[in-house]
């Protein structure tokens, strides 16, 4: 079983060197999420298989606190690979258990800046797609 300390360093580790950090040039959707308490910002770029509906590419650029930027980089990984429902689906307690409940628990907002925001982005990809279907008279 993992100790507080192990946590701490895993998300230490992420924030030093974010997985999945930087752009995408042709993604189908970028989203920005901002906490207001603090001005902390993240900006999320996804591309999806639209055949499978899984996600191929999410990277992300931000700028704040460790568990926020942290959090980030630790849910690219997550959800590598996932379908669009699966994400849907996730919720805030899986992603609070990968960072380490105890150490998070006392910022949930800074935690779950990145699950909120993914969870999002992926709504505005579905009102993209209904878009697309309308305007081929689908
Ligand atoms: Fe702003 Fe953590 S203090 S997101």
Do not use: W
């Not at 946590?7 to 042709?26: A, C, M, S, T």
Request: include cysteine; charge should be negative.
């Amino acid at each position: 079983m993992l100790s507080r300390q192990d946590y701490i360093d895993f998300l230490l580790d992420h924030y030093q060197n974010p997985r999945h950090h930087g752009k995408i040039e042709n993604a189908e959707v970028v989203r920005p999420g901002g906490n207001p308490g603090c001005g902390d910002v993240i900006t999320l770029y996804l591309k999806v298989d639209p055949e499978t509906e899984k996600l191929s590419e999410l990277t992300f650029e931000g700028e704040g606190c460790t568990i926020s930027q942290a959090s980030t980089s630790v849910l690219t990984e997550m959800v590598e690979g996932m379908t669009l429902t699966e994400i849907e689906d996730m919720g805030h307690d899986d992603l609070l258990d990968t960072l380490g409940r105890d150490v998070v628990m006392s910022r949930p907002r800074c935690a779950m800046l990145s699950l909120d925001t993914l969870k999002s982005a992926v709504r505005e990809y579905r009102q993209q797609q209904r878009q697309a279907e309308a305007a081929r008279g689908e």
